[in-house]
């Protein structure tokens, strides 16, 4: 997908370095040249490469690419603000805060003690148990924050059970992506998209929450159907019997001895139910999912007892500049013609037929997904897949639906496609267990591929339906 969307703009540059704006009356070839589109194409271009290859940092080469633009007059600084959604940065912003002093509270940890104890160290019940609190989590929280609890819980129980972890750590990265797709505020890609095309928080769990339920229970049989002998009961070996009920009366004692201040843990889910209260009700209270995200946050640092300061150092300020470099550097494309000019002369020749148009979308996502950071790419999609609805309408925000699905489920693809994969393998290689880019892509690749044919028979008889 990648070399293919490269090598027509590269052929073409002669036509791109002077953009395109179309004359309505003259139709699809109705355009004419305008100065000014080199410049940002081949910025955008190295800038994503560098971002695809982690040559720098994500949000170094996003604003080290806005700042050439400025430098070169191609954009200017109040126009590059107007490029910015804010929605988007306080929603993130917002809702980093929030987990960040809830983890303070023991919550997190509280809960994934609990679980252990209740898997009894049966493997079927790790997975199972540890996978339905990844997937809410990850729906409702993020999925980095949730695979940085779950991890190393399931390590520790399964190395101590004798058990290979590697499986267990691939198997919470996957679903993580899978849980995250069902909600706005699960993964970045939804939060973009909800912002930029104005779709609420009800709305994504009404539409996707079906096809990501029923992902995660094939998923789960999968990972059953295809490693039973993994997941076998240890009833009958005395040993690893023994092993696990020291191990978990460990875990115990090691929780008996936190502290947990009830005050601190009922404020903070106090206002972790408050902000999805808000969410659920924007249609009935207007108030942004942004806006509520940020003044819930505020009003948490207000009456819990934490260090302000520390809690603002753990906001990942790196992953808010790199939205907003994104934002000024797609904007400046789109200004330009250029993503019209990509829309018409590549994705507009899959025909008009919204079935091929929902699939082309969902599967191209997915692939690029896979392979390239699923942000960016949401970002240049959006204003595409806006041309593609003006030639081809679909109704009921369906192909917004298959961006998303595309998008977070293709994540999974990989190591290297979404941001918990590589947070867990990291977490792995620091317990002393090396995955490796094959042993991750065997596990996921037939994982990926299961979920988006469910995505894919989902939207077409959504299609089917509405048509």
């Known amino acids: 997908m990648r070399p293919f969307v490269f090598n027509r703009l590269f052929s073409s540059s002669r036509q791109v370095a002077v953009g395109l704006v179309r004359h309505p009356e003259r139709g699809r070839e109705g355009f004419q040249y305008m100065e000014g589109a080199l410049i940002p194409v081949v910025v955008f271009v190295l800038v994503y490469i560098a971002i695809s ?12 690419g806005v700042m ?71 729906a409702f929280l993020d999925n980095v924050t949730t ?64 096809p990501i339920l029923v992902c995660f229970v094939v998923v789960i049989f999968y990972f059953w159907a295809t490693n039973r002998d993994r997941f076998r009961p240890i009833d009958d070996n005395l040993a690893k019997l023994f092993s696990v009920q020291l191990l978990l009366a460990k875990i115990r004692h090691a929780f008996l001895e936190t502290t947990i201040d009830k005050v601190f843990l009922a404020k903070s889910l106090g206002c972790l139910l408050v902000v999805i209260g808000l969410f659920v009700t924007q249609t009935a209270t207007h108030i942004t999912p942004g806006v509520a995200a940020v003044m819930m946050a505020m009003v948490l640092l207000v009456i819990t007892p934490v260090d302000v300061e520390q809690v603002l150092e753990e906001v990942e300020w790196s992953t808010l500049l790199f939205f907003a470099g994104l934002f000024i550097l797609v904007g400046v494309l789109e200004e330009k013609g250029v993503i019209e000019w990509i829309a018409r002369n590549i994705f507009m020749r899959v025909g008009h037929n919204p079935y091929v148009v929902v699939l082309v979308v969902l599967w191209g996502s997915g692939i690029v997904s896979g392979f390239l950071d699923n942000i960016p790419f949401t970002i240049t999609m959006i204003p595409i897949a806006r041309l593609m609805l003006e030639s081809t309408p679909i109704p009921h925000d369906i192909l917004w639906w298959a961006l998303s699905l595309g998008a977070c489920l293709g994540g999974n693809l990989t190591m290297i496609g979404a941001s918990a994969n590589i947070v867990s393998v990291g977490m792995a290689k620091r317990h002393g267990i090396n995955i490796s880019f094959t042993d991750f892509f065997k596990v996921s690749a037939p994982v990926t591929i299961v979920t988006l044919l469910i995505a894919s028979a989902y939207l077409t008889l959504y299609l089917w339906i509405t048509l």
Request: hydrophobic fraction near 60%; avoid cysteine; charged fraction near 10%.
């Open 147 to 210: 695979v940085l609890i779950i991890v190393p819980i399931v390590i520790e129980l399964t190395a101590g059970m004798g058990l290979d972890p590697k499986l267990f750590v691939i198997s919470q990265a996957l679903i993580s992506n899978v849980g995250g797709t069902a909600t706005l505020i699960g993964d970045p890609p939804n939060i973009i998209i909800g912002s930029k095309v104005g779709l609420n928080f009800n709305q994504f769990i009404a539409n996707l929450s079906l």
């Open 68 to 138: 050439v633009l400025m430098v070169l007059h191609v954009v200017d600084e109040r126009s590059a603000v107007h490029f910015i959604d804010f929605e988007t940065i306080m929603l993130l912003l917002g809702m980093m805060t929030i987990v960040s002093v809830l983890r303070r509270s023991g919550f997190f940890t509280m809960v994934s003690v609990r679980i252990a104890e209740l898997t009894g160290g049966n493997p079927l019940k790790v997975l199972v148990l540890f996978s339905i609190v990844t997937v809410v989590f990850s």
């Open 53 to 64: 290859l982690e040559l720098v940092n994500k949000a170094v080469a996003a604003l080290l």
